[in-house]
């Protein structure tokens, strides 16, 4: 099975928005919208990632969170209508919510990431998913994607996350099911839950609990966690608990940063290719220009490891 993997989109869409919505943490962001994140960021650039997925024949794609700037309905409402332009996109999409999605208290507290996205939150598995609509499952042959939400409302200057404890409790009896157990568990989650070995996270961009539930994934068997936030590529590996193995937690970067004289920042996606409950290989594109698009950057192979192992 291959899947790609995009995050942190940040599409843009103000359509005018009321004056008086600005008076809160949006009055920084869209600041920083003016000031660096409009150019830092492209629509365009997304559409050719998704493009170039299709070309690459990806089974399924995952995407991170922060699909918005400022958790706006407009934001919402452009940012859907790019998921739902991928063929198939209910049954071919696992999408979770980034901070951006919830940069208000208002908008966690109407749910509007979950209103602009409720089809992609369905679960097989719905016993397990609370009313908040999370933990979810989607079973794809023999890979089970289950989706967390890290995404709170948080004060001016920071971006942490925390994923709930009934959340936490919940997916831990979700990976006991005899259909997730017996699959490849791919945990989908936007805050990273280590640092990399280049890159430290600050204390105001943390996942609060990431400790737990970093616990949580290595004693319930997961073989993947993709997530976003740091808009920096990574894969790192951390042993199992109780299991023999090893846990892969990767992010691609920012899918949407146009910065192609920059590799580190310049626009990536990944694809998975996972064999027989095993990941074998994580290929990375990066964007090059608008002409080129999306083309070969790296790629970390993993079937030696797993044979000798």
């Known amino acids: 099975m291959r899947i790609g993997h995009i995050s942190d989109l940040h599409i843009l869409d103000l359509d005018k928005p009321r004056p008086l919505r600005f008076l809160n943490k949006r009055l920084v962001g869209g600041l920083n919208l003016l000031l660096n994140r409009s150019n830092a960021h492209s629509r365009e650039v997304v559409e ?42 209910p049954g071919r999409v696992s999408i979770v919510p980034g901070n951006h999605d919830y940069y208000t208290p208002g908008a966690a507290r109407s749910g509007r990431f979950e209103k602009f996205f409720s089809e992609f939150l369905k679960s097989d598995l719905p016993q397990y998913q609370l009313d908040s609509g999370y933990p979810f499952c989607h ?46 568990k791919i945990v989908v989650v936007h ?87 095993h990941l074998v290989e994580v290929e990375t594109h990066l964007f090059e220009s608008h002409e080129a698009g999306f083309v070969p950057w790296r790629s970390e192979v993993f079937r030696r490891q797993i044979a000798e192992g």
């Open 48 to 89: 050719q990632a998704l493009h170039k997925l299709e070309s690459l024949d990806v089974d399924h794609i995952v995407i991170s969170g922060d699909l918005t700037n400022l958790a706006l309905e407009s934001e919402f409402a452009a940012a859907a209508e790019v998921v739902r332009s991928i063929n198939g996109a």
């Open 191 to 277: 805050h990273p839950l280590l640092p990399d070995e280049n890159h430290t996270i600050q204390f105001n961009r943390r996942l609060i609990n990431d400790d737990e539930v970093l616990e949580v994934v290595r004693t319930n068997d997961v073989d993947l966690v993709m997530h976003g936030h740091t808009h920096y590529f990574s894969i790192l590996q951390v042993p199992k608990l109780g299991t023999p193995g090893t846990t892969y937690i990767c992010e691609a970067g920012s899918t949407s940063m146009p910065s192609g004289n920059d590799p580190t920042m310049a626009g990536k996606f990944n694809v998975y290719h996972i064999e027989d409950s």
């Open 139 to 184: 079973l794809r042959d023999d890979v089970a994607i289950i989706g967390l939400n890290s995404g709170i409302a948080t004060p001016w200057l920071f971006a942490t996350g925390r994923v709930g404890d009934e959340e936490l409790a919940a997916a831990s009896r979700l990976f006991q099911d005899p259909e997730v157990r017996s699959r490849f």
